[in-house]
């Protein structure tokens, strides 16, 4: 998969951008600040409908802009597509492909598939479930692109749930409508859970040993006050089933702290090294080498469910790196479309097309 050209109009810092990026590695060169890491999140968004930085829509629109647009022409096997993309300051966007406007803008996804490699991924191995819980929830994304939608749904109900806990008069039946709508949404959340961590767990362990070059054991465990055990086999209705008996169980509970205890949103995904927890037990070069697996470990997954290779979009990694750790991302990055950025070309031990950032415009070096 590729992106052949992109334009950006009012998108952060690019005014008016037109850039055709190699189909190969495309190493981006700018000072801080010069918009490298805006350009990345343009495709990001293209891919995920949101920022990879976790910014709100209204801040990818320019500050001198009212609307951002943002259009692109995708290359996948011999189909090619035209994606097209406006996001109002005011709220509210709109996506067309092929010219067709399309009734959801979530019909998008799955238009262009990315994997990122980010420095605050360390975050993913390093800190707080939430962020483990996210990883695996943007990469069911890119691998099944409509569970956006159930993410949407449970989200919706989490909340809608939570605020009637917090209401003064809260009735059994009405709670029991919120439970049942959290559960079903939930189920799928989980079930879908399940299927991506089988689905990058087998990859994460050889591509660990590739980078490491060491045997050391690398899986998740997933611990869930409600049985939401990782097993792929479970189906979203026998999830929804355990979580309806498990928010019945923590009735009493939810009703004291007025808040939904039970639930994929308490769910505490854990990386495990040589069967530790790598969060308190793994060294800092070791959580480092995890996170990059990770990374790489999806890509695969998705590469082979869909038959493609994802663009790969590396921002600054490299000068996080030690040599050693560099060298071994280097050779364990798969073939594809690669957009990387760095402040300094010396940190990037790949060989391609150069560009450089400056002014809002993306040149030849
Ligand atoms: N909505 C916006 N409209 C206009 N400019 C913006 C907007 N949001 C951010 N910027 C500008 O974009 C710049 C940051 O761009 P970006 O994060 O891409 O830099 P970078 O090249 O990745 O830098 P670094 O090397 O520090 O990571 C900032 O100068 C900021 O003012
Ligand atoms: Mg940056």
């Known amino acids: 998969m590729q992106l052949d050209w992109l334009t950006l109009a009012g998108f952060r810092s ?29 495709v990001g968004y293209l891919g995920s409908l949101r920022s990879f930085r976790g910014a709100p829509d209204h801040a990818l629109v320019g500050f001198d802009a009212e609307n951002a647009y943002l259009r692109g022409q995708i290359a996948s096997g011999a189909a090619q597509s035209l994606i097209e993309l406006e996001l109002r300051r005011r709220g509210g ?13 979530a019909d998008l996804l799955g238009h262009v598939r990315f994997v990122t490699f980010l420095p605050e991924d360390l975050d993913i191995v ?44 809260r009735d059994e039946v009405t709670l029991g409508v919120w439970d049942e709508r959290l559960a079903q949404a939930g189920g799928k959340v989980m079930a879908r859970r399940a299927r991506t961590v089988d689905a990058i767990s087998d990859q994460v362990a050889s591509v660990h040993a590739d980078i490491a070059g060491s045997e050391a054991s690398v899986g998740f465990d997933y611990v869930s006050g409600w049985k ?56 800092q070069g070791e959580q480092r080498t995890l996170t990059l697996s990770l990374r790489v470990a999806s890509h695969r997954a ?15 990694v490299y000068s996080e790196l030690d040599p050693e750790r560099a060298a071994a991302l280097t050779r364990s990055l798969p073939e594809a479309q690669t957009l990387v950025t760095t402040a300094d070309p010396r940190d990037v031990p790949l060989e391609g097309i150069s560009w450089s950032i400056e002014g809002g415009t993306v040149e030849h070096r």
């Open 126 to 169: 390093k800190r707080g479930p939430s962020h483990r819980r996210d990883f695996l929830d943007a990469t069911a994304v890119q691998l099944w692109p409509a569970s956006h939608l159930d993410q949407a749904d449970f989200d919706r109900a989490l909340r809608q749930r939570n605020a009637f806990l917090k209401q003064y008069d």
């Open 14 to 42: 690019y005014a008016q951008l037109e850039w055709q990026p190699d189909p190969g590695v495309n190493v981006i060169v700018g000072r801080n600040g010069a918009g490298k890491t805006n350009l990345l999140e343009a």
């Open 228 to 283: 939401g055990e990782l097993d792929p086999t479970v189906s979203p209705s026998e999830f929804a089933q355990r979580l309806t008996d498990a928010l019945g169980e923590a009735r009493k509970r939810d009703r004291e702290r007025r808040v939904t205890t039970v639930g994929p949103h308490r769910d505490e995904p854990m990386l495990m090294l040589d069967g530790h927890d790598s969060r308190y037990h793994a060294s």
């Open 93 to 105: 966007r709109q996506a067309r492909v092929n010219t067709q406007r399309l009734a959801r803008t």
């Open 302 to 316: 998705i590469a082979d469910l869909i038959d493609r290779s994802p663009i790969l979009l590396l921002d600054d």
